[in-house]
Nanobody, 128 residues
């Protein structure tokens, strides 16, 4: 069973940076896709960034492209999301998740319904 624990959320001024971490336990690297999602009240959970755990392919939502960077440390079994140039629209609860197929890591397949394991979430608040 995969267990995911997020950390690193908090409050920051617009233009600032945060780095989220997702510590994974269980047989994570038999699952080929890990991703970050975010959700605000009343809205669907949206994909932010994903990484193919078998390689180095990454995917970003248009809204974060060029500002966010996803990475992984296989030795530490940890995934990261470096978030720069934050703005108020980035305010949300951020979740890490595991998907069971590499095809879920990008495009139209990068959506919450295709991910089976989830962390508890960490809150990010950006003030202007």
């Amino acid at each position: 069973q995969v267990r995911l624990v997020e950390s690193g959320g908090g409050s920051v001024q617009a233009g600032g940076s945060l780095r989220l971490s997702c510590a994974a336990s269980g047989y994570t690297y038999t699952h080929p896709c890990m991703g970050w999602f975010r959700q605000t009240p009343g809205k669907e959970r949206e994909g932010v960034a994903s990484i193919d755990t078998g390689g180095t392919n990454t995917y970003y939502a248009d809204s974060v492209l060029g500002r966010f960077t996803i990475s992984q440390d296989k030795v530490k079994n940890t995934m990261y999301l470096q978030m720069n140039s934050l703005n108020s629209e980035d305010t949300a609860t951020y979740y890490c998740a595991v998907g069971l197929a590499a095809r879920y890591c990008s495009g139209v397949n990068f959506r919450a319904a295709n991910f089976v394991y989830w962390g508890q979430g960490t809150q990010v608040t950006v003030s202007s």
